[in-house]
Structures are given as C-alpha cells and as structure tokens.
C-alpha cells in the first residue's frame, strides 16, 4: 500500500484523540477505550497484524499500564490523601506560606523546583501528581493546578528519571551520550529560562504578573538552565536536571524568604484611629515540618539510594524483577517488572515507614489507600487504554509509517518537523523515552541523508518529545487524578495544546536555523 494513504490511516487514532479531548471535550476514559478498538481495527485491517499480535500487544499495553504508571499516581494520591488526613497537610500549608504568600513565586517553588526535581529522580508522573495535589490544596483553582504541573513539567523530562530518555537515545542511535547530552541541554536552555516567566504570567492570567517577581522569576530559570548545560557538557546524562531543579529550588527559596522578610519590617501599621494592627504569620516548629513533610524526604532519599548513583544497592534492588514475554509477535522482547525499585513502591514505602513515624495506625492507612484505589477507578481505564495504543501502533508500524510519511513529505524541511516527530512519539505514549526509541534512529538516519549534524537532530526529538509530554493523555490523566478532576480531561488538554504549539514551532524554527550553523 502506498507511503502515504499508510501515514494517513496511521494517524487516524491520534487525529481522533485530539479532537476528541481538544475540540469535543470528551472524558479521557471514554474517548481512548473507544482509540483503542479504533486502532486495533486499523491494525488488523490495513497492516494485516495477526489477532494473537493484536491481543498481545494490547494486554502489553495494558500491564506495563499497571506497573509501574499507574502505580505512581495511586502512591502519589495516597501520599497526599494521607497527609489530608492526619492534617499534617495544613503543615505544610503554614509552611509555604512562611515562606512566602505570593502565589506567583509558590508555583516557582513547587510546580517548577519541586516539580523538576521529582521528575529528574523519578519520572513516572511523580513530577504532575504531587505538586498538583499540594497546589490545591493551597487553594488553587484544581485546572490551574494541573495545567500549570504540566506545563511546568517539560524542559525537566528530558534528563528525568537520572537521564534515562537521553541514555536511552544514545544507545538505540550509536551516539556518544556526553555529546548528545550536551547539544540537548543547548536546545533546552532557552525554553527552561522562559517557562518559568509562562508560570508567573499564568498564575495571574496577564503580562502584568511578572511585576514585582521578574528577578526572582529570572533567577528561578537562570540557575537551573546554566547548571544543567554544564553538568550536561562535563558529567553526562545521569545529574543535569537533578543538580540543575535543586539549584533552581534552592535559589528561588532564598530570595523568597528575603523578599518576605523585607515586606514584613513593618508589620506593624496604624489605621485611621492610629491604633496599632498587627499581622501575624502561623508559626510551625522544626519537629513538626519534618514531621509533615517527611513522606516527601523519605521519597527524596531512598530514591537517590536506589538509583544508579549508589552502584551497590541500584544492583541489589534490581534483583527483585520479573521478565515476561507477553507480546507474542516477531522480534518482541520480553517486558520487565522491577518490583522494588520503581517510583510507585518508593513512595508508598516512603508514606508507609513516614505514617509509622507519625503514630498513624496501620489500619487507617490502608483504609486510606484502599479507597485511593477506588477513587481512581476512571484513570485506570485511561492509561490502561492509553498505553495499549501505543503498544498496538508500535507493534503493528503503524508509528513507523507516521515517521517515514513525515520525512517524505517535508523533504530537506525535515529539521523544521523533526521536534514535532518527538512530540507525537510522547503524545502516544506518554513517555520521553519511548519517543526516543521509537523515533530516536529515523531522525538520525533523516540527519545523515541530509548532511545535518545528527547529534543536533537527535536532541531535537528529545526536546521535542518534552513538548508532547503536556499534551499526552496520560499525563493529562495523572493530572486530573491528582486533582480530582477525573473528567476534565478535554478542558486542561485544550488549554495546554496551545502552549505545546508554540513550544514545538518555536523550537523547529530553532532547529532549522541551527541545522545551517557550526555545531556550538
């Protein structure tokens, strides 16, 4: 069948998701059950994929759906449930708010710093799902709080999960991760300067919000772009994003606490009869923040003990995992199941070993995750959809016959798209680094058939795949969750696509022109 009426069939499924959360409005879980019958016909039909490769595909989908995305967003929501629930979140409330009451500089704080440093160590929607519940709690409007959580988390998935997406493309395309890392950290720095100025202005809905917090706003993407490209350049893949958000957090908090501290010297003013009123802050004592916040501190470090970066007790962990061959079609490789260390057991092991400390009773905690389960019942059949789709378009070609279409239509064009191909790859299926593999060699092989630097069209699919990863369903899913907006789905995906346009012309339009120049 010809090139192009399999790059039109083939897009069908994604045409359909966008149209159907963006312009039709429908709940997610409807709208991808229905995408995933849609694209097992299509399979089946136009790419002959046999019926046992279908099933199998889908239930691949559908148990990599399980463990270990759907696990994160259960152990995050439990996380937050439970801090709702021995009030321990009002602590953390009293907390920020000692910190600053500008809710400009708290999305700085959380959506941005807090948000970019769980998505470096742990990926998984940990970076959607946490800061979401706790902004609203803090009393933002719950669709704000999911769209900007996504928003937020971009530019961070690019090195997320100690650098998996980068490390990943550097081994399916032959490149030398040092140098990939580095051109992708140069692509990104821009975007990672500006978005948190789209956070502020967000925030208030005008340009006139960057009033008052420019520096502060500045200095928050400033100090997580420079140490990211640096680490990038020098260290690799693992660190950039990690060092980077700590920095960006660690600066943003600083000046916060000064900036608070400078419009509280006169706390004390005079009305109009020249009596004396007095505004006080809730005090919280050291014992009982660590307290409140010791879930998230607990999470911070057993996930940096598990990770690569302690060698010995990474190997130990990785012990406890299962491989199992489910898809049954040619060439198919096992999928595996690590059962310990995966960022939904460590928060929940976090939480757990945290409300023992709190002198919260075993049974009240179960009781709390038991009806987290229940209260997720609709995001289940989302991502189990959602995934299932991508497995069944990737199994079947119909992901590659997407690629090999965009490549002939736009020609010597091709670095102008080649984010967008990225994008696509996150949008159908959640993942950064399932773009990079899916895409990662097509854009490469496009690079070298077109005499282009094939590092600089690499980076510009993982750059664009962060693009993507604020439109994907399933992002989009542990967002709503998160929030308790099950249902909203089309709304906060209608708000976020227009960001992820400008984001990905704005980025091709870089690519293009850097295509031209001498590699930096």
């Excluded at 090139?3 to 897009?11: D, K, N, P, Q, V």
């Excluded at 016959?401 to 191909?421: D, E, K, R, V």
Aim: charge should be positive; proline fraction near 4%.
């Amino acid at each position: 069948m010809n090139e192009y009426i399999l790059f039109i069939l083939a897009i069908i499924p994604i045409i359909w998701l966008i149209v159907s959360l963006g312009v039709m409005k429908l709940p997610a879980h409807k709208t991808c059950f229905f995408t995933v019958i849609l694209t097992i016909v299509i399979a089946l039909v136009f790419w002959k994929m046999p019926v046992l490769n279908v099933a199998t595909a889908t239930l691949e989908g559908m148990a990599v759906a399980l463990w270990p995305i759907l696990l994160v967003i259960v152990a995050a929501l439990f996380t937050y449930n439970l801090a709702v629930e021995t009030k321990t979140m009002d602590t953390m409330k009293n907390m920020l708010s000692s910190i600053t009451t500008d809710k400009r500089i708290q999305v700085l704080i959380l959506a941005w710093g807090f948000g970019g440093f769980l998505e470096a160590v742990a990926g998984y929607g940990t970076a959607v799902a946490i800061p979401a519940s706790i902004l609203a709690s803090l009393g933002f409007n719950p669709i704000f709080a999911a769209i900007i959580c996504l928003i937020a988390n971009t530019v961070p998935t690019a090195f997320g999960a100690i650098g998996i997406p980068v490390s990943t493309l550097a081994s399916v395309t032959g490149l030398d991760v040092l140098q990939l890392s580095y051109v992708t950290s140069l692509q990104l720095s821009g975007f990672i300067v500006l978005i948190p100025f789209a956070l502020v202005i967000l925030t208030q809905k005008s340009f006139k919000a960057i009033k008052g917090v420019f520096f502060i706003t500045l200095i928050s993407g400033i100090t997580f772009a420079i140490p990211q490209v640096f680490v990038a350049k020098y260290l690799g893949a693992e660190l950039p994003a990690l060092i980077g958000s700590l920095c960006s957090m660690l600066c943003t908090i600083l000046m916060a606490k000064a900036m608070n501290k400078k419009s509280n010297k006169n706390i004390n003013s005079q009305d109009t009869n020249g009596s004396t009123i007095s505004k006080y802050v809730s005090v919280v004592s050291t014992r009982e923040g660590i307290l409140a916040w010791l879930p998230y501190i607990l999470l911070c470090i057993l996930i940096l003990i598990a990770s690569p970066l302690c060698k010995g007790i990474n190997t130990l962990l990785a012990r406890f995992s299962s491989t199992i061959q489910i898809y049954s079609g040619e060439g198919a490789s096992p999928t595996s199941f690590v059962w310990i260390n995966t960022p939904g057991m460590i928060i929940i092991i976090s939480t757990f070993i945290a409300g023992l400390i709190q002198k919260v009773k075993i049974g009240k905690m179960i009781d709390v995750f038991i009806r987290t389960v229940k209260q997720l019942s609709k995001s289940f059949v989302t991502i189990m959809s959602i995934v299932a789709i991508s497995k069944v378009m990737s199994h079947s070609g119909m992901t590659s016959s997407i690629s090999f279409g965009l490549c002939a239509i736009t020609g010597n064009m091709y670095p102008l798209i080649s984010p967008l191909l990225g994008a696509i790859g996150t949008f159908v299926t959640g993942s950064d680094t399932s773009a990079n593999i899916l895409f990662g060699g097509l854009q490469v092989e496009a690079a070298k058939s077109l005499s282009i630097d094939p590092y600089w069209i690499a980076a510009a699919n993982t750059a664009g795949a962060t693009a993507g990863k604020m439109i994907s369903p399933q992002s989009i899913a542990i967002a709503t969750s998160a929030t308790g907006l099950i249902g909203s789905e089309g709304k906060i995906f209608g708000s976020t696509l227009k960001f992820c346009l400008g984001y990905v012309l704005i980025l091709g339009i870089l690519v293009y022109i850097g295509s031209f120049l001498p590699f930096i």
